[in-house]
């Protein structure tokens, strides 16, 4: 049976791959957990509009990630935020502080950009990466206390 798979599947493809599958795993695996539909050629019509409209905005957001990664790049961006006498923070900063924080600066990034592993917990000098597919930007975090 021929199926459009709505989401990847192991050992079966990537999403809006059209995929030949047994009659029984497309019967009672894929197409219950809407994981896949039968490709019908109204559903080919409709995925492949919603490819298209996925690879534009994927352009999209390429093009604004490479603005923002040229701007961005080799520069320092000053955090203020509470911290007791020795430099600790009373918050740890995450990713998604860092995205936002960035976003207020003028630098639209979304958490699944921002590469950085174990919150930030004191002040001081802090190397940040944002990435997106191969594209990636190093900046400088300076966390100082309020």
Known sequence: MKVILLQDVANVGRRFE?????????????IPRRMAEPATPENLKRIEARSAHTAAESAASAETFADVASRIEGTTQTLAIEANEQGHLFKGIKAADIAAFLTG????????????????????????????GDARATFTLAVVAK
């Open 18 to 30: 059209v995929k030949e599958v047994p009659n029984g795993h497309a019967l009672n695996m894929l």
């Open 105 to 132: 600066q003028g630098f639209p990034v979304v958490v699944e950009q921002v590469v950085h592993e174990d919150p930030i917990k004191e002040t001081g000098q802090h190397a940040i990466t944002l990435a997106a």
